[in-house]
């Protein structure tokens, strides 16, 4: 069974993109603004968390999901800290361009976490994949950063956190669910691939759309402006003389 690993090696889709990951951690300001951004995730996370530790009616899940919320909390501090030494460090943080937001999310899309409403395994089961996801996208962004050594710390560090996050999410989920978990589980990941389709799309339609904006500035309104200084030559300057009878309404 899944719970029985200790570990979460990357996915396929996350190791084929591990060339362009390793270009987007390499720029010292993208790197600021990514831990920034992971840093509010995780914080945000941990709040969500801490809703459903107040909402479950299990004990042992109140309990879980304090201790839970407590790591995603910490996390957010780590990631913050090291993004303030970094900027103390290279403070020249004003264009990090390019952040290939949508190709390296900050881990685990707890961000689309919705918690009231939603049952104990219901929860689980999102909470178990969004920790799956998280640890297999920290594990490679661990092994791109040999170049730096303490933010590759903070990755190690986070990444032992969420790895058990993964795994009491699936214990806990079969000890509620023992016969629907997989149910459960699969509805999950149905909700996840729609959610990431989303985001692809929009990160795309992003890209299209400055695509199409640059070919219109540089094909169509070159003619338009040869055309409105053609009529500008064509003026006469300063007053021009009206016959008589032209000013009559
Ligand atoms: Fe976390
Ligand atoms: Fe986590």
Known sequence: MDSARPHERPTAFDRIL???????????????????????????????????????????????????????????????????????????????????????????????????????????????????????RFTVYRDVMQHDAPTRAVFEEILHDETFHMNYTLTQLVRVEPKQHRRHLWRARLSRLWKTYLRLATGLAGILGSMLMTIQYFVLLPPFAWLAKRAARREHSGWTIVSPGASES
């Open 18 to 136: 591990t060339p362009v990951h390793r270009w987007i951690w390499s720029d010292t300001d993208r790197r600021v603004q990514k831990l920034l951004r992971f840093g509010e995730t995780e914080t945000d996370g941990g709040r969500d968390i801490l809703r459903a530790a107040e909402i479950t009616s299990d004990p042992l899940l109140r309990r879980l999901y304090l201790e839970h919320a407590i790591d995603e909390f910490r996390h957010g501090v780590l990631f913050r800290h090291r993004a303030a030494a970094l900027l103390k460090v290279s403070p020249s943080c004003s264009n990090p361009g390019f952040q290939g937001g949508w190709l390296s999310p900050g881990g685990h899309g707890l961000d689309d976490l919705q918690v009231d409403g939603e049952s104990d395994s219901d929860m689980l089961a999102f909470l178990h994949l969004s920790e799956k996801a998280a640890a297999s």
